[in-house]
């Protein structure tokens, strides 16, 4: 499915997987944020077969051309998670706009667990 | 802890007073300063707080720690730690909060610090804050306050006080500061350095200037400027430190000196300032912008000794430049591919180097370099497998040789005997491929190319049906003499004709150092009204003896 920019001389489609990955990478450089919680059967899939997955738990989903982006975290211990959430948001969603010029309706964190680092 | 023999170290010591003195000093000094930081910010999001947002964090560290009654630092650190916890804003002060975090754990127990202990606390500072991300972004207040913590490490087991184990990490991370734009592409876009790691440095600004022992204010009631010259002047200090680039450094002597006198006056002449001793016994440490004024000055209470005066600039650019050569070092590590080509005409080396030619050498028809000449660029490439684009047929056979001169790389010939073959074959290098791919990719792209090539004659011959007089223009295809007469541009014209170039999508002409520019505008108007739907590249390729070089796709 995906979403689709065209104009006169064609069109552009991205998926939600290249959405998906966009997001993922932007959430792991975000400070605080020491994991990601796998959501889906096919993340486990794709890490059996030993690839780096990106799209770890992000969820994309594309409706009536609206862009909204779940993600499933895992947030380091002693960090403010409010201000590490707030951060993922506000990244991911300007990393996303920026690289593939969509409006991103919403981007959602579900903080799944919190771990300590020694 | 471990203490090593007191004697190899600075025994000026930190209390908790001062501890808490440099957690307000520090809010000072962003407060004065977090406009500026502000605007720097581009990253991650360019929303213009990075300032403000870690002014804040510290503020509410420093109000945490206002509440403690006790005199330990490790009780006002922890104050500290959970302050900026509480308080922290945006993704700089959360790393912020973490460093202050390391800091705390670093400290605990010890009712006072001496400089080991200031410097491990920064560098458990930064350990921590590593620790809390998956993916560190370089060239963020990470790698500042990494290299500041370096700095101060290095200077504190020098036997430096905690000022100047201060003025060296602030000295430091300024460095890596600078540096910043090399690494996150979107600050050198923007022009600026990295805002969080801006901020973290004036931070410890206000740190030194506390502990030079002038600034005493209340939190709670901040003046809205600068308290006096001094304390700003020690806050700017190292950030602007090439403002005073002559540190001077001498002994005073005299009868009945007054330090604090000789402190605030000295104070307004330049940053880093350092008054110690007695009455009797004065050592003067300053960076200046004008040394002799500050003797001149010092001349009034007693006899100088022991004068030092050096250029801070001189010895940046000198570190800098030591720096650079193990930058560059460091830079090869091995990758998987490497390519030598042979070429000449310095366009065409352009042209090579930007496609990704690790070493060039120059040469061609008539000087041919040697096969040690290749093995030598060969061995200045790092990487395990090297492709050689001899670019000409008569060097191929040197190019082969090459493998029997390197041991400990692979060494593949790409049998290119012309430089628009060389070029074909770069177009489908793969710097991430295998060698298999890169080895099929680059030799079936030279046979998709044909290659032509406009010269002189030497001297009289007779080839095949053609006569050839000296100082004819010859055009060859693939090697061989086609053409030959007069004028330049009808042999150009016609050696094109030979090569078949109205069916080919794309030619690519280079012209030589002997050409006008207005000669090969003239070739390339015809080309282009002839036929009028084949892509046209025109390059100055600066070639010797060849007038045009030609390769038609």
């Given at each position: 499915?995906?979403?689709?920019?065209?104009?006169?001389?064609g069109?552009?489609?991205i998926?939600?997987?290249?959405?998906?990955?966009?997001?993922?990478?932007?959430?792991?450089?975000?400070?605080?944020?020491?994991?990601?919680?796998?959501r889906k059967?096919?993340?486990?899939?794709?890490?059996?077969?030993?690839?780096?997955?990106?799209?770890?738990?992000?969820?994309?989903?594309?409706?009536?051309?609206?862009?909204?982006?779940?993600?499933?975290i895992?947030?380091?211990?002693?960090?403010?998670?409010?201000?590490?959430?707030?951060?993922?948001?506000e990244?991911?969603?300007?990393?996303?706009?920026?690289?593939?010029?969509?409006?991103?309706?919403?981007?959602?964190?579900?903080?799944e667990?919190?771990?300590?680092?020694? | 802890?471990?203490?090593?023999?007191?004697?190899?170290?600075?025994?000026?010591?930190?209390?908790g007073?001062?501890?808490?003195?440099?957690?307000?000093?520090?809010?000072q000094?962003?407060?004065?300063?977090?406009?500026?930081?502000?605007?720097?910010?581009?990253?991650?999001?360019?929303?213009?707080?990075?300032?403000?947002?870690m002014?804040?964090?510290?503020?509410?560290?420093?109000?945490?720690a206002?509440?403690?009654?006790?005199?330990?630092?490790?009780?006002?650190?922890?104050a500290?730690?959970?302050?900026?916890?509480?308080?922290?804003?945006?993704?700089?002060?959360?790393?912020?909060?973490?460093?202050?975090r390391?800091?705390?754990?670093?400290?605990?127990?010890?009712?006072?610090?001496?400089?080991?202990?200031?410097?491990?606390?920064?560098?458990?500072?930064?350990?921590?804050?590593?620790?809390?991300?998956?993916?560190?972004?370089?060239?963020?207040?990470?790698?500042?306050?990494?290299?500041?913590?370096?700095?101060?490490?290095?200077?504190?087991?020098?036997?430096?006080?905690?000022?100047?184990?201060?003025?060296?990490?602030?000295?430091?991370?300024?460095?890596?500061?600078?540096?910043?734009?090399?690494?996150?592409?979107?600050?050198?876009?923007?022009?600026?350095?990295?805002?969080?790691?801006?901020?973290?440095?004036?931070?410890?600004?206000?740190?030194?200037?506390?502990?030079?022992?002038?600034?005493?204010?209340?939190?709670e009631?901040?003046?809205?400027?600068?308290?006096?010259?001094?304390?700003?002047?020690?806050?700017?200090?190292?950030?602007?430190?090439?403002?005073?680039p002559?540190?001077?450094?001498?002994?005073?002597?005299?009868?009945?000196?007054?330090?604090?006198?000789?402190?605030?006056?000295?104070?307004?002449?330049?940053?880093?300032?350092?008054?110690?001793?007695?009455?009797?016994?004065?050592?003067?440490?300053?960076?200046?912008?004008?040394?002799?004024?500050?003797?001149?000055?010092?001349?009034?209470?007693?006899?100088?000794?022991?004068?030092?005066?050096?250029?801070?600039?001189?010895?940046?650019?000198?570190?800098a430049?030591?720096?650079?050569?193990?930058?560059?070092?460091?830079?090869?590590?091995?990758?998987?591919?490497?390519?030598?080509?042979?070429?000449?005409?310095?366009?065409?080396?352009?042209?090579?180097t930007?496609?990704?030619?690790?070493?060039?050498?120059t040469?061609?028809?008539?000087?041919?370099?040697?096969?040690?000449?290749?093995?030598?660029?060969?061995?200045?490439?790092?990487?395990?497998?090297?492709?050689?684009?001899?670019?000409?047929?008569?060097?191929?056979?040197?190019?082969?040789?090459?493998?029997?001169?390197?041991e400990?790389?692979?060494?593949?010939?790409?049998?290119?005997?012309?430089?628009?073959?060389?070029i074909?074959?770069?177009?489908?290098?793969?710097?991430?491929?295998?060698?298999?791919?890169?080895?099929?990719?680059?030799?079936?792209?030279l046979?998709?190319?044909?290659?032509?090539?406009?010269?002189?004659?030497?001297?009289?011959?007779?080839?095949?049906?053609?006569?050839?007089?000296?100082?004819?223009?010859?055009?060859?295809?693939?090697?061989?003499?086609?053409?030959?007469?007069?004028?330049?541009?009808?042999?150009?014209?016609n050696?094109?004709e030979?090569m078949?170039?109205?069916?080919?999508?794309?030619?690519?002409?280079?012209?030589?150092?002997?050409?006008?520019?207005?000669?090969?505008?003239?070739?390339?108007?015809?080309?282009?009204?002839?036929?009028?739907?084949?892509?046209?590249?025109?390059?100055?390729?600066?070639?010797?003896?060849?007038?045009?070089?030609?390769?038609?796709?």
């Open positions: 499915m995906g979403k689709e920019i065209s104009n006169e001389y069109s552009v489609d998926s939600e997987g290249v959405i998906a990955t966009i997001a993922g990478a932007a959430a792991i450089e975000c400070y605080g944020l020491v994991g990601m919680s796998s059967s096919t993340d486990k899939v794709v890490e059996l077969l030993g690839r780096e997955n990106l799209s770890r738990g992000v969820v994309v989903a594309i409706q009536e051309n609206e862009v909204t982006i779940d993600l499933y895992i947030v380091g211990y002693g960090m403010k998670i409010s201000e590490v959430a707030m951060n993922v948001m990244r991911v969603r300007y990393t996303v706009e920026n690289l593939t010029g969509f409006s991103v309706n919403k981007v959602n964190i579900n903080v667990s919190v771990r300590v680092l020694e | 802890m471990v203490l090593e023999p007191e004697a190899v170290f600075s025994d000026e010591i930190v209390n007073e001062q501890w808490k003195q440099m957690i307000r000093a520090g809010v000094a962003l407060e004065d300063r977090k406009r500026e930081v502000d605007a720097l910010n581009v990253f991650p999001v360019p929303d213009g707080d990075t300032g403000t947002n002014f804040l964090t510290i503020q509410s560290a420093a109000k945490k206002e509440e403690i009654k006790g005199t330990m630092v490790s009780e006002i650190a922890a500290v730690s959970a302050g900026s916890l509480m308080g922290a804003r945006g993704n700089s002060g959360v790393i912020l909060s973490q460093l202050l390391g800091m705390a754990k670093s400290v605990e127990g010890l009712y006072e610090v001496n400089a080991r202990q200031l410097a491990q606390a920064l560098q458990s500072g930064v350990d921590t804050a590593y620790k809390a991300v998956m993916k560190p972004v370089e060239g963020t207040i990470l790698t500042v306050s990494r290299e500041a913590a370096k700095g101060a490490l290095l200077k504190a087991n020098q036997g430096g006080n905690p000022v100047e184990t201060l003025c060296e990490a602030v000295r430091r991370g300024q460095e890596a500061l600078q540096k910043t734009p090399d690494v996150l592409p979107v600050l050198k876009q923007a022009g600026v350095v990295d805002a969080g790691g801006q901020g973290f440095l004036i931070i410890l600004s206000g740190w030194i200037a506390a502990l030079e022992g002038d600034i005493a204010f209340n939190i009631e901040i003046p809205p400027k600068p308290p006096e010259a001094e304390g700003s002047a020690a806050g700017n200090m190292a950030l602007d430190s090439l403002e005073y002559y540190c001077t450094e001498f002994l005073l002597k005299g009868r009945d000196l007054i330090i604090e006198q000789i402190r605030k006056d000295l104070a307004r002449r330049g940053d880093c300032l350092l008054v110690v001793g007695e009455p009797e016994l004065v050592k003067v440490h300053i960076h200046t912008k004008n040394p002799g004024k500050i003797l001149d000055y010092a001349m009034q209470w007693g006899t100088l000794h022991e004068i030092q005066i050096h250029n801070m600039l001189a010895q940046n650019e000198a570190m430049h030591d720096r650079k050569e193990t930058k560059e070092a460091a830079v090869a590590v091995p990758k998987e591919h490497g390519v030598v080509a042979v070429t000449m005409g310095q366009g065409i080396v352009e042209i090579f930007k496609l990704g030619v690790d070493e060039v050498l040469g061609g028809q008539t000087m041919n370099p040697s096969t040690e000449d290749i093995a030598e660029a060969v061995r200045r490439v790092a990487a395990d497998n090297i492709y050689i684009l001899p670019n000409n047929s008569n060097i191929i056979l040197a190019a082969l040789q090459v493998q029997e001169l390197i400990d790389k692979k060494i593949h010939v790409i049998p290119s005997k012309s430089i628009s073959q060389g074909a074959a770069l177009l489908n290098f793969i710097p991430e491929g295998t060698v298999e791919e890169n080895i099929e990719g680059m030799e079936s792209a046979s998709r190319v044909q290659s032509g090539e406009v010269t002189y004659a030497v001297r009289d011959s007779q080839f095949d049906s053609l006569n050839i007089a000296a100082g004819d223009v010859l055009g060859l295809v693939e090697g061989i003499i086609v053409v030959n007469g007069r004028d330049l541009l009808s042999v150009a014209q050696t094109l030979k078949n170039w109205r069916q080919g999508d794309l030619v690519t002409i280079f012209y030589g150092q002997d050409v006008e520019r207005a000669e090969a505008d003239q070739l390339e108007k015809w080309l282009k009204e002839s036929q009028p739907q084949v892509d046209i590249e025109i390059h100055a390729g600066g070639q010797p003896i060849y007038f045009y070089i030609f390769s038609v796709e």
